[in-house]
């Protein structure tokens, strides 16, 4: 279905380096870039774009528009959000969605990747041992740092720094005029080694999805759309929060089926039962 077709990567991030090589090698394509497309225009993580969609809806406008601008009916987008995790929300996490398009065979195959991996943070600084205390622990200057002169503020802003006399000119230079400096992790995938291994990660997720064939009809991307709770407490048997099943459904032919137990366990703690520990 794929094989010898050009497949548009959707970035100007350098994400096809950990992306291209996944789905040329498994899906047979070619893969490609287009410098003219621009990602910012949809939002970027300083603010200056504000993202006024969500992230799916993202990813698909991103990967639409460079599949236009390209002439490519192949395409591939991915779109990160950084903050607290969504279940352990003391913990940051690094959520990537990455979404292929196949227009010709009208087929949308989404994957999620959530990582505690991250180096996302950022502070104001008042003195140089404190920036250099925040790079260090920022895994700079593998990772590129950003400089501005407050957190809402993008006066000065420089991004992508990763060399230390950089980090201290500019660093100066903010502090002299502003007598106030906001540092911040440049989350942009060719800035941040970390990031990128979450998004090869999704990378890996999504090939193993395409690869995925639905039982009756044969279209690619068979997979969990859905789940279901009611995993029964191992006290008192009574339904639970926890997933019971998951539903996976084709997107052409609508054949469902369904998963028992994919968490490979047939009862709950009494301790996560709304009725033994109320």
Not at 14 to 32: D, F, H, R
Not at 83 to 90: A, D, E, K, L, Y
Not at 189 to 196: K, V
Request: glycine fraction near 6%; charged fraction near 25%.
């Amino acid at each position: 279905m794929f094989q010898g077709r050009k497949l548009i990567v959707a970035t100007k991030h350098q994400k096809e380096s950990v992306i291209a090589p996944l789905l040329e090698t498994a899906l047979g394509v070619q893969c490609l870039t287009n410098p003219a497309f621009d990602t910012d225009k949809l939002g970027t993580f300083t603010g200056e774009v504000e993202r006024v969609l969500d992230p799916i809806q993202t990813a698909r406008q991103k990967c639409l528009m460079a599949m236009e601008l390209s002439q490519c009916d192949l395409g591939v987008a991915s779109e990160g959000s950084f903050g607290p995790h969504p279940s352990m929300f003391f913990v940051s996490a690094d959520d990537e969605f990455l979404m292929f398009i196949d227009k010709k065979n009208n087929l949308e195959i989404i994957v999620r990747e959530i990582s505690t991996e991250t180096n996302f943070n950022g502070k104001e600084v008042l003195n140089w041992q404190e920036l250099l205390a925040f790079a260090n622990s920022a895994k700079f200057p593998s990772h590129g740092l950003i400089l501005r002169k407050s957190k809402h503020e993008n006066e000065g802003i420089v991004k992508g720094i990763t060399d230390e006399n950089t980090l201290k000119e500019v660093y100066s230079a903010l502090y002299e005029k502003y007598g106030c400096v906001y540092v911040e992790t440049d989350m942009r995938a060719m800035f941040n080694p970390t990031r990128m291994k979450v998004i090869a990660a999704a990378a890996r997720k999504l090939v193993a999805k395409i690869e995925t064939v639905c039982p009756c009809c044969g279209m690619p991307g068979f997979g969990v759309t859905d789940a279901k709770k009611g995993l029964p407490c191992g006290l008192c048997g009574l339904p639970t929060k926890s997933t019971l099943s998951h539903i996976s459904e084709c997107q052409h032919c609508k054949h469902e089926k369904e998963e028992l137990y994919p968490n490979e366990k047939t009862s709950e703690d009494p301790m996560y039962c709304d009725y033994c520990n109320p």
